[in-house]
Antibody, heavy 117, light 110 residues
Framework: QVQLVQSGAEVKRPGASVKVSCKTS????????LNWVRQAPGQGLEWMGR????????NYAQKFQGRVTLTRDTSINTVYMELRGLKSDDTAVYYCAREAGDPFDFWGQGTLVAVSS | QSALTQPASVSGSPGQSITISCTEN?????????VSWYQQHPGKAPKLIIF???KRRSGISNRFSGSKSGNTASLTISGLQAEDEADYYCCSYGDSDTWVFGGGTKLTVL
């Protein structure tokens, strides 16, 4: 069965960076885009970007251009999201989500990133 | 850049039908069918319920249906049940290989 398992919660200081992992299983890793979506406390979903695991090509939301980087390790079927220059309003739950013909058909469990001084 | 507007909240009684709208601010909305809807219960990850405007994901109740007219997509839930109480988000394919979510709608079952 398809599973996306994310790394654990993180607490970071303002200005720091965070790297969240999303380990996939149960399907052909290179066959589906992986997306990252975040949700601030009490707020809606916000699309951040996506990665093509086959080519490594990425697309990012304009808001995050230059501050986020998506990478992958095909040997362990894992995608990473690194966000730099953290601010308090980056406090959110970060989700990875598989993009198939029907977008975002499987989601990770979410990773809380808290930014606080 | 496209933006999707949803009502902040809707409500209905058990057994009734409700419709949640999702309006795009550009004329491109009508030119493609890449609109999807997600249900999110508190503390849980979102769950895909409708894709390509009208297609119901396997395993989703036929009480959920999608449609689109012009620059507005809609999600209709018929025969409301208590377990339908959740947040609902639309999503559309945007410019330059990006995705965009609506602001979300809180459904209350009275």
């Amino acid at each position: 069965q398809v599973q996306l398992v994310q790394s654990g919660a993180e607490v970071k200081r303002p200005g720091a960076s965070v790297k969240v992992s999303c380990k996939t299983s149960g399907y052909t890793f290179i066959g589906y885009y992986l997306n990252w979506v975040r949700q601030a406390p009490g707020q809606g979903l916000e699309w951040m970007g996506r990665l093509n695991p086959h080519s490594g090509d990425t697309n990012y939301a304009q808001k995050f251009q230059g501050r986020v980087t998506l990478t992958r390790d095909t040997s362990i079927n894992t995608v990473y999201m690194e966000l730099r220059g953290l601010k308090s309003d980056d406090t959110a739950v970060y989700y990875c989500a598989r993009e198939a013909g029907d977008p975002f058909d499987f989601w990770g469990q979410g990773t809380l990133v808290a930014v606080s001084s | 850049q496209s933006a999707l507007t949803q009502p902040a909240s809707v409500s209905g009684s058990p057994g009734q039908s409700i419709t949640i709208s999702c309006t795009e601010n550009s004329s491109d909305f009508g030119s493609h069918n890449r609109v999807s809807w997600y249900q999110q219960h508190p503390g849980k990850a979102p769950k895909l319920i409708i894709f390509d405007v009208i297609k119901r994901r396997s395993g989703i109740s036929n009480r959920f249906s999608g449609s689109k007219s012009g620059n507005t997509a809609s999600l209709t839930i018929s025969g409301l049940q208590a377990e339908d109480e959740a947040d609902y988000y639309c999503c559309s394919y945007g410019d330059s290989d990006t995705w965009v979510f609506g602001g979300g709608t809180k459904l209350t079952v009275l």
